[in-house]
């Protein structure tokens, strides 16, 4: 048997992070992950936000920096462009694209420079509760193990089994999820490299397509869709918009990635006795842009500090652990409803629709630019935006 105070399962970005400042706050930690290299494959279209990454004290760094940004280009359905400059936005994924594989690693290295010890190739396979706090078996390259930990930090992702074995209800619903798939592509040849571009309308029904740049010819063309308001795969989408649109109809796919995208906020049964459930696992996605890295750092900083700080108490109790509710909601989850309500609203427009606010916002001059300015704006251009979203500022 393995003895640790925190056992982190999952070494994505929440996880590392959680890893790490529970570690330099003195306790025991465990990392583990089920791939033999950390942050591959990638699951993530990789923008993140320069402003978050400062917050949180992390420092960029050229190795996992692929592109730095200039602005961003929201397109509807008819082609019609409004352009964001990055001076002023504050979406979450408009400073950089990262190298996810080098990030995730280095993000990782950063855990084990604080004292986490990090086991590769280690798949959770069951949990079990005990007087004295959890007991996880995991597949260590081809081995069993067991680990007995004091809590554990379920940082395993959108389909997250660690939180439900132990008996949270952490789960995204189905008709919530995202189907998302993406092209790393070579030739791709976008009207500016140096913007990301989104493309809104029934190319990507529920969700949009998204071109983010990697170099000068190198992109990430990737779809999310709600299947419940789909009629063909997320691949289908995807194929179809690449073969049409002008950005990308001469380029060549070098990479594929697929994965599930939780839009529904925050899960609200997201800390238990022994345990607290981290990053994409328990929802820590803004729902209306879909974007996860910030908020799965954020939320595995204040899961670190809580976990250290109850291993500090001798309390490892939900009671004890309900701080991380407090912390996430103050600072990740509060604006989650209201980005749900703006999500619900542009889920009801049609394509023309789309097109008449997108000519009326290319013609706005913007001074400031964040989810609730777009929402604001919103509302004075479109009447059915003031029925369902007037009382939301």
């Given at each position: 048997?393995?003895?640790?105070?925190?056992?982190?399962?999952?070494?994505?970005?929440?996880?590392?992070?959680?890893?790490?400042?529970a570690?330099?706050?003195?306790a025991?930690?465990?990392?583990?992950?089920?791939?033999?290299?950390?942050?591959?494959?990638?699951?993530?279209?990789?923008?993140?936000?320069?402003?978050?990454?400062?917050?949180?004290?992390?420092?960029?760094?050229?190795r996992?920096i692929?592109?730095?940004?200039?602005?961003?280009?929201?397109?509807?359905?008819?082609?019609?462009?409004?352009?964001?400059?990055?001076?002023?936005?504050?979406?979450?994924?408009s400073?950089?694209?990262?190298e996810?594989k080098?990030?995730?690693?280095?993000?990782?290295?950063?855990?084990?420079?604080?004292?986490?010890?990090?086991?590769?190739?280690?798949?959770?396979?069951?949990?079990?509760?005990?007087?004295?706090?959890?007991?996880?078996?995991?597949?260590?390259?081809?081995?069993?193990?067991?680990?007995?930990?004091?809590?554990v930090?379920?940082?395993?992702?959108?389909?997250?089994?660690?939180?439900?074995?132990?008996?949270?209800?952490?789960?995204?619903?189905?008709?919530h999820?995202?189907?998302?798939?993406?092209?790393?592509?070579?030739?791709?040849?976008?009207?500016n490299?140096?913007?990301?571009?989104?493309?809104?309308?029934?190319?990507?029904?529920?969700?949009y397509?998204?071109?983010?740049?990697?170099?000068?010819?190198?992109?990430?063309?990737?779809?999310?869709?709600?299947?419940?308001?789909?009629?063909?795969?997320?691949?289908?989408?995807?194929?179809?918009?690449?073969k049409?649109?002008?950005?990308?109809?001469?380029?060549?796919?070098?990479?594929?990635?697929?994965?599930?995208?939780?839009?529904?906020?925050?899960m609200?049964?997201?800390?238990?006795?022994?345990?607290?459930?981290?990053?994409?696992?328990?929802?820590?996605?803004?729902?209306?842009?879909g974007?996860?890295?910030?908020?799965?750092?954020?939320s595995?900083?204040?899961?670190?500090?809580?976990?250290?700080?109850?291993?500090?108490?001798?309390?490892?109790?939900?009671?004890?652990?309900?701080?991380?509710?407090?912390?996430?909601?103050?600072?990740?989850?509060?604006?989650?409803?209201?980005?749900?309500?703006?999500?619900?609203?542009?889920?009801?427009?049609?394509?023309?629709?789309l097109?008449?606010?997108?000519?009326?916002?290319?013609?706005?001059?913007?001074?400031?630019?964040?989810?609730?300015?777009?929402?604001?704006?919103?509302?004075?251009?479109?009447p059915?935006?003031?029925?369902?979203?007037?009382?939301?500022?």
């Amino acid at each position: 048997m393995i003895e640790t105070d925190i056992l982190v399962v999952g070494a994505g970005p929440s996880g590392s992070l959680a890893a790490k400042e529970a570690a330099l706050r003195g306790a025991n930690v465990i990392l583990i992950d089920r791939k033999s290299e950390i942050g591959a494959p990638k699951r993530c279209a990789e923008g993140v936000s320069k402003s978050g990454l400062a917050e949180l004290g992390i420092q960029p760094d050229p190795r996992w920096i692929a592109r730095e940004l200039e602005g961003v280009r929201l397109v509807a359905p008819d082609n019609t462009s409004v352009y964001l400059d990055n001076d002023t936005i504050q979406l979450p994924e408009s400073g950089y694209v990262l190298e996810r594989k080098v990030f995730d690693k280095h993000m990782a290295m950063d855990a084990a420079r604080a004292g986490a010890e990090i086991m590769i190739k280690t798949a959770a396979t069951s949990l079990e509760r005990v007087d004295d706090g959890i007991i996880v078996t995991a597949n260590k390259m081809g081995e069993e193990i067991q680990i007995h930990a004091k809590i554990v930090i379920a940082a395993d992702g959108p389909e997250s089994k660690v939180g439900r074995w132990a008996g949270l209800k952490c789960n995204t619903p189905f008709e919530h999820m995202e189907s998302c798939i993406q092209f790393e592509m070579a030739g791709v040849e976008m009207e500016n490299n140096r913007d990301l571009a989104l493309f809104f309308g029934s190319a990507a029904p529920g969700g949009y397509v998204w071109i983010f740049p990697k170099g000068d010819y190198i992109a990430n063309v990737g779809i999310g869709i709600l299947k419940t308001m789909a009629d063909k795969t997320a691949y289908e989408y995807l194929v179809d918009f690449v073969k049409t649109c002008p950005e990308t109809k001469n380029a060549q796919a070098v990479e594929i990635n697929v994965g599930g995208d939780p839009v529904n906020g925050l899960m609200p049964d997201r800390v238990g006795d022994n345990i607290l459930v981290v990053g994409d696992a328990a929802g820590f996605v803004n729902p209306l842009t879909g974007g996860g890295i910030n908020s799965a750092l954020e939320s595995g900083v204040y899961a670190g500090i809580v976990a250290a700080q109850a291993i500090e108490d001798g309390d490892y109790s939900k009671k004890n652990l309900k701080e991380f509710i407090k912390l996430t909601d103050d600072n990740i989850g509060k604006n989650y409803k209201k980005y749900n309500k703006a999500k619900e609203y542009l889920l009801s427009l049609n394509d023309d629709e789309l097109n008449d606010i997108a000519a009326e916002f290319s013609k706005i001059e913007f001074t400031e630019v964040n989810p609730r300015s777009l929402i604001k704006t919103l509302i004075k251009v479109s009447p059915k935006a003031l029925l369902k979203l007037g009382k939301l500022f």
